[in-house]
C-alpha cells in the first residue's frame, strides 16, 4: 500500500506531459483552454468583436496536429488540421442583474441570431522557410453558427500535408453579425509542457 502512495505522489509531483502540440502566439486576441475546467497547453486563440453587445462571442482557431481524433466519427487526422469554432461567454442582457424582478426579466429574453462570417474562405499559410500559399476554409465560404459550432473536435480543415510544426495563419476579415472581429496573424509552433493533473476533469 506504502508503494502505491509513492508511485502516486511521485506521479503527481511529475506533473503530465501535454504530448507535441502547436502553441498559437497572436499581438490581438487571447490564449484559451481547449477544456475550460481542466488544465494543460492553452492551444487556442480566441478572438471577440469590441462593441459590448457582442464581446461574449468569441472565435476560436485551433490547430489539430496529427493522430488528433475528430467528431462524430472519432478518425484520426493525418494532417495539420485548422479547426474554428464558437466559445459564448455572459451576455449583456445576463450582466449586474441585482434583483429577482431583473434575473427574471433577463431570462424571458432570448439573444439574437449569431452568425460568424468572412470577407473570404482563404487562409494564407506562411512556413517558417518564408514559403507561402493559401487554404480555402470551408467555414469561412459557407460561415457559421458559433452556437452549433462549439467544440475543437469537428473535423477541420488540412493546412498541408503531415506534421507541421512552424508556420504563421494570417486571416481574411471576420465579422460576428457583420461586426469585424480584430484578428492579427498566428504563429503556431509545436512545444510540450508539464502540468499538474487535476482529477475531476
Known amino acids: 500500500m506504502k508503494q502505491y502512495i509513492f508511485y502516486l505522489l511521485l506521479a503527481l509531483l511529475a506533473g503530465c506531459s501535454t504530448g507535441p502540440y502547436l502553441h498559437p502566439q497572436s499581438t490581438l486576441g487571447t490564449q ?23 464581446d461574449w462571442v468569441h472565435v ?12 462524430p466519427d472519432k478518425l484520426r487526422s493525418t494532417d495539420t488540421e485548422l479547426r474554428l469554432f464558437g466559445r459564448l461567454y455572459t451576455p449583456p442582457r445576463l ?25 473570404s474562405p482563404l487562409v494564407t499559410v506562411t512556413l517558417a522557410t518564408g514559403e507561402t500559399y ?3 476554409i470551408e467555414q469561412l465560404e459557407t460561415g457559421f453558427d458559433p452556437k452549433e459550432q462549439s467544440s475543437s473536435s469537428r473535423k477541420g480543415t488540412a493546412l498541408g500535408k503531415g506534421d507541421m510544426d512552424d508556420f504563421t495563419l494570417t486571416f481574411p476579415a471576420i465579422f460576428v453579425n457583420g461586426e469585424k472581429v480584430p484578428m492579427a496573424p498566428i504563429h503556431f509552433k509545436k512545444r510540450e509542457e508539464r502540468y499538474a493533473p487535476v ?3
Request: aromatic fraction near 10%; charge should be positive; charged fraction near 15%.
Open 32 to 54: 484559451a483552454l481547449l477544456e475550460r475546467t481542466c488544465p494543460g497547453p492553452k492551444a487556442a486563440m480566441s478572438f471577440a468583436p469590441r462593441s459590448e453587445a457582442l
Open 60 to 71: 476560436l482557431v485551433y490547430v489539430a496536429p496529427p493522430g488528433t481524433s475528430s467528431w
Open 95 to 119: 450582466r449586474n442583474l441585482n434583483t429577482p424582478d431583473e434575473r427574471r426579466a433577463a431570462y424571458q429574453q432570448t439573444d439574437p441570431p449569431l452568425w460568424v462570417s468572412a470577407a
Open 199 to 201: 482529477f475531476n476533469c
Open 134 to 136: 493559401q487554404v480555402s
